[in-house]
């Protein structure tokens, strides 16, 4: 009998798999389920987008591109950050077209990460950061945002948790699951700090697009003294709704993307061609799907907060992204239990805060990316679960 303990990476054993997919698992065993657990569009990919897929398809297009991937693609992906952002790259050396968001960020992260090296982690945040991190052999140092503070990071918060080990902080936003966002002002001052700790900072935006109000986002790569020290990961997935396509990229200065570019050409050799010729399609004429899908959120995302606050859970009003993140602490139950009760008395799966943080417990994530008729009915069962709950009490 082979003892397969004996064979397998350490470090990966010890990774705890992702809390969302727990649920979703779960979800999926079940029937009468409204499930608003995963960041997924409900959105069908724009249809232009999709016909140009299929026209690139019927010319052929199935072959290998270069390892960073199309240079019409990465010259639209530096086009659209100058643009949007006011940010300037060269598409020919600083840029790299990944399989994903996520694909990015595990080479950003195993490029700049050595054995014992300190990664500073915002948290409430996104469930790969910290894995990604220990399995470089890298220590995942969790900074806590506060919901009084909006889950902003402050540069006060920062300069306390650097070490003379630290050498990258994982800045998430707007945020997953928060939908926190920091503003201008904010990514100055902690700007200040960076540069003063010679600090390099992984930089997701990949949700840079969804942002309600007037003031949009502001990429940290934008403040001085910052795009030299900045790797900025973005896709396509959350913006034009293209979960499926796997096609994210990362925008980074010309010796960190060769870095990068070799480890992806190791690992992956190149993204998915007839996705790339899609994205250039999307860059190019997107923007007014985006503005659709960014009215029909913002709608959701009012709806949803208002109906959790008239349950009465406190509930932060995000300002990105497509995530509530209700405080159910009023309950008495943790955020295993209430989101276990939950699926299991209501047919309805949300993620407990923790599985994004140990900061998260006593909060739950709840995506607004479904159809309204979806986030009523699903409410509604929570107002019942919640109520029961008061009422047993």
């Known amino acids: 009998m082979i003892n397969y303990g004996d064979f397998l990476n350490e470090r990966i054993v010890n990774v705890k798999p992702s809390g969302i997919r727990k649920f979703f698992s779960i979800a999926e065993e079940m029937d009468n389920v409204i499930s608003l657990g995963v960041g997924e569009p409900d959105f069908l990919t724009p249809w232009h987008i999709r016909q140009i897929a299929m026209d690139y398809l019927d010319k052929g297009a199935t072959r290998y591109t270069a390892n960073a991937g199309l240079l019409a693609l ?40 050595s054995p014992d090296d300190e990664a500073l982690i915002v948290e409430p945040s996104f469930v790969c950061y910290k894995p990604i991190v220990e ?12 919901a009084e ?15 003379d080990k630290t050498k990258l902080l994982i800045f998430p936003y707007p945020n997953n699951p928060t939908g926190a966002v920091m503003r201008r002002k904010d990514l100055e001052e902690i700007a200040k700090v960076i540069i003063k700790h010679n600090l390099f900072v992984l930089s ?30 973005n896709g396509f997935s959350k913006t034009y709704s293209m979960t499926g396509w796997r096609l994210g990229y990362a925008l980074a200065p010309a010796p960190v993307i060769t870095q990068m570019t070799k480890l992806h050409q190791f690992a992956i050799m190149s993204a998915p061609t007839n996705s790339q010729y899609a994205a250039i399609e999307a860059l190019r004429n997107g923007d007014k799907d985006i ?27 995000p300002e990105g992204a497509f995530y509530v993140f209700p405080c159910i602490k009023s309950t008495g139950l943790t955020s295993e239990e209430f989101c276990e009760r939950l699926i299991m008395e209501k047919r309805v799966a949300v993620v407990p805060g923790n599985a994004f943080g140990d900061c998260g417990e006593g909060f739950i994530r709840v995506s607004y990316c479904y159809s309204i008729d979806n986030i009523k009915a699903a409410i509604d069962r929570i107002g019942e679960f919640v109520k029961e709950l008061r009422q047993s009490n």
């Open 74 to 113: 990465r010259k639209e992906i530096c086009a659209f950050y100058g643009r949007k952002y006011g940010v300037d790259y060269d598409p020919k050396s600083q840029v790299l077209v990944t399989v994903g968001g996520s694909e990015g960020i595990d080479m950003a992260v195993r490029t700049l990460i």
């Open 135 to 146: 399995t470089s052999g890298g220590k995942a140092i969790p900074l806590v945002t506060k």
């Open 149 to 163: 503070n909006d889950f902003r990071l402050t540069a006060e918060e920062l300069e306390n948790a650097i070490t």
């Open 204 to 233: 997701d935006e990949i949700y840079s697009e969804l942002t309600y109000g007037n003031e949009r986002h502001c990429s940290i790569a934008s403040i001085e003294g910052m795009q030299e020290r900045t790797i900025v990961i």
């Open 291 to 317: 503005k659709k899908m960014l009215d029909d959120y913002d709608m959701r995302r009012r709806y949803t907060v208002n109906a959790f606050r008239e349950i009465g859970l406190d509930c932060f009003e």
